[in-house]
């Protein structure tokens, strides 16, 4: 594929659990990151990794929220004990360098009841 | 106050118009500007990218910065149904991490044919 890839499309979970969001991004870009996009509003950084390392994480909206990095390559977005709150669709994208225009994945839209 | 207003719309013009998007920002830091369309269900994909003031022109898409008044546009001539989408209007501050943007709220755009 020659796109970002992301999945679940979609999830739908119970309050209280938790949820593992995952980013497959464009071969060769080693800057990868998370924004949340909540419903009628513009993207909410979340979380910036350069290889595997997180130097960036000041978007995190609350330590229920977690992310890894692995191979270069693969990032999961993780939220633990879901409040309703978290309903958003949570967008990846990657880079080939820190300060090169990013590439979207189509995100995923979770929904907490 | 956010950082960066964006009028949400909806905005609908007849096929052919001429289109003016705008946001205005608080952050004289802000260096690096671009524009977004995003499509129903789908992740944004990158239209303009433009550093510091200044006009920039691709095919029907023309981007303009003004920084003494911290206000960007977007025009599109001869606007197309298949325009209809929304812009996100975002920007960065860093030199080191553009991938970093704050993102207005979205303008929704409709043509009408």
């Known amino acids: 594929g020659a796109g970002v890839s992301q999945s679940p499309s979609n999830k739908v979970t119970e309050k209280g659990k938790d949820v593992e969001l995952r980013c497959d991004p464009i071969s060769g870009h080693t800057a990868l990151y998370w924004y949340r996009q909540r419903l009628g509003q513009g993207l909410e950084f979340l979380i910036y990794?350069?290889?595997?390392?997180?130097?960036?994480k000041s978007g995190l909206p609350s330590d229920r929220f977690s992310a890894e990095r692995t191979g270069e390559s693969v990032s999961t977005l993780t939220i633990q004990r879901t409040q309703q709150e978290d309903s958003a669709v949570y967008l990846c994208a990657s880079s080939t360098e820190r300060d090169s225009p990013l590439h979207f994945g189509n995100g995923t839209r979770l929904t907490v009841t | 106050q956010k950082e960066v207003e964006q009028d949400p719309g909806p905005l609908s013009v007849p096929e052919g118009a001429i289109v003016s998007l705008n946001c205005t920002y608080s952050?004289?830091?802000?260096?690096?500007f671009m524009w977004y369309r995003q499509y129903s269900r789908k992740g944004p994909e990158l239209l303009m990218y433009?550093?510091?003031?200044g006009n920039k022109e691709d095919g029907r898409f023309t981007a303009q910065v003004d920084k003494s008044s911290k206000y960007i546009s977007l025009f599109i001539r001869d606007s197309q149904p298949s325009d209809s989408a929304t812009y996100l209007c975002?920007?960065?501050?860093?030199?080191?991490?553009?991938?970093?943007?704050?993102f207005g709220q979205g303008t929704t755009l409709q043509v009408k044919p």
């Open positions: 433009t550093y510091s003031s």
């Open positions: 990794f350069q290889g595997n390392s997180a130097p960036d």
């Open positions: 952050n004289s830091a802000f260096q690096y």
């Open positions: 975002a920007m960065s501050a860093s030199s080191s991490n553009t991938g970093k943007l704050i």
